[in-house]
């Protein structure tokens, strides 16, 4: 393909984008296909001469979208949103187009300096405290990640440094086993699996730390189980607390929580995954209160902030803590202004050695939308949420199960869990709109997502309105 053959095939596909975007809502939202649909449908090997784009569009209609789940459909009701704008496909496009590998300053300046200027953008939106911030002076700073899991798992691995080379420090006949083997992390009983994935692979004990009854972690569990764990011989080191979590979009105290594990000398990393970008809105700005006592503080624009897949932010109080883990400076990855102290090679702050130009779908996004735009889409959100749950409140047949915050509601039939679990199949099997489920405590709940960038408030009352059907069918079979 040429740069003539491009430009064509380039238009084509942006209005195949934009036309399966907007008639989105007539596809049915869950696909109809079984384990291995795909592998019969495409030869076994791959083509000794080229096809053309008019052959591939076509079988991306036959062969791929029956089994693609439509995230961005307004009947889309499922896990978190997933964030999806024009502006930040644009980006993506130009992304691809200069391809840089952006592991160093060196390997692409822009990219580098982007990322560090969007990153205190978006720590500004959030009124974090400054020394978050990167700059001149700055100590701190930001680093978009390509997932919440990776930046905690990240937090842990320089938690888990800073720990072990003080205690040898102060201690210089201690190994790195001896040390290891008593390290412990904590988190919320409510906290999401990676948190558990995270100790899992930095090879460190993690414990569930009880939560309240509106499913919130306290101090006065975290102290009860540090003291137990200190009696113990063991090392308290990393804390993660979670602002809204997954299964009900609960809020751990961080209030409460942060001053401990800063008395404690323990690494607090706040995984706001999904509530993070509410925070740009004055009024739940308050959900973040206390984020001056963390070392570290990461959320997902790509969840809820227009910005595709990936772009996970996070920050540290102290640069030096990611750097001193992680970096590795062979020869061919130096250059000359890697010590002046006027910027950072983004390399050391991470997992992998590559990455891409991402900052600049948060730059198109920002600049397209402005912080006001950006607002309004949120507030729309949480305004749909508490329509639902309206809605559920009004029929005596069902309950909401926890606080509704933000843009989920955790609701259920009133009845057994087997009852809720047969509601949910009927909804699922019946392709109309897409929903999870959840445990909180030993009930077994539905969450209702508002998602779609698309989604009004007659597709709320569509999905309602399709639920009490359901629900009405089965209650009355089972009376039968």
């Not at 990240?154 to 190994?175: E, G, M, N, S, Y």
């Not at 979670?242 to 609960?250: F, N, Q, R, Y």
């Amino acid at each position: 393909m040429n740069a003539s053959e491009f430009r064509k095939t380039g238009k084509e596909m942006v209005d195949y984008v934009a036309d399966y975007l907007e008639g989105i809502e007539e596809r049915q939202v869950y696909p109809d296909v079984e384990p291995g649909y795909l592998r019969p449908l495409i030869p076994t090997t791959a083509p000794q001469e080229p096809d053309t784009f008019e052959d591939i569009m076509i079988d991306v209609e036959k062969i791929i979208m029956p089994g693609v789940t439509h995230w961005h459909s307004p009947h889309f009701f499922a896990y978190f949103p997933t964030a999806s704008s024009y502006p930040a496909m644009l980006a993506d496009m130009l992304c691809g187009a200069i391809g840089c590998i952006g592991f160093s300053w060196a390997a692409s300046p822009a990219c580098t300096e982007l990322e560090t200027v969007m990153m205190d953008w978006l720590g500004k939106m959030l009124e974090l405290p400054e020394v978050f911030l990167a700059g001149r002076n700055s100590e701190g700073g930001g680093v978009i990640q390509g997932s919440a899991s990776e930046a905690t798992l990240v937090a842990l691995l320089a938690a888990r440094t800073k720990v072990i080379r003080q205690l040898q420090t102060a201690h210089p006949d201690l190994t790195q086993a001896a040390i290891m083997e008593k390290l412990v992390a904590y988190s919320s009983d409510q906290a999401h699996s990676s948190v558990e994935r995270a100790g899992l692979i930095g090879g460190v004990k993690l414990k569930a730390i009880p939560s309240d009854s509106e499913f919130a972690m306290r101090a006065s569990a975290l102290q009860e189980a540090l003291e137990r764990d200190k009696a113990a011989g063991l090392i308290p080191f990393f804390v993660v607390a979670t602002l809204g979590t997954t299964s009900c979009c609960s809020f751990d105290n961080l209030l409460e929580v942060g001053p401990i594990c800063n008395w404690e000398n323990m690494w607090l990393h706040i995984d706001a995954a999904y509530a993070g970008s509410a925070f740009i809105c004055p009024e739940f700005r308050h959900l973040l209160n206390g984020v001056e006592f963390a070392d570290s503080f990461n959320f997902n624009p790509h969840k809820w902030l227009l910005v595709n897949f990936d772009c996970s932010a996070m920050w540290v109080k102290k640069r030096s803590t990611l750097t001193g883990a992680f970096k590795m400076d062979p020869l061919y990855l130096k250059h000359s202004h890697q010590d002046s102290g006027l910027i950072t090679d983004y390399r050391h702050w991470q997992l992998p050695l590559g990455r891409r130009f991402r900052s600049l779908k948060m730059w198109f996004v920002f600049r397209m939308y402005g912080v006001k735009g950006l607002q309004a889409y949120i507030r729309k959100h949480v305004q749909l949420s508490h329509e639902f749950e309206a809605l559920v409140r009004q029929d005596p047949c069902f309950e909401i199960c926890a606080e509704v915050t933000l843009g989920l509601v955790c609701f259920r039939l009133k009845g057994s869990n087997k009852l809720n679990e047969a509601l949910l199949e009927k909804i699922n099997n019946a392709r109309k709109i897409h929903l999870v489920p959840c445990h909180l405590r030993d009930k077994f709940v539905l969450r209702f997502a508002i998602c779609s960038r698309t989604v009004e408030s007659a597709h709320i009352q569509h999905a309602w309105k399709h639920i009490r059907e359901l629900a009405t069918q089965l209650l009355q079979a089972r009376k039968e």
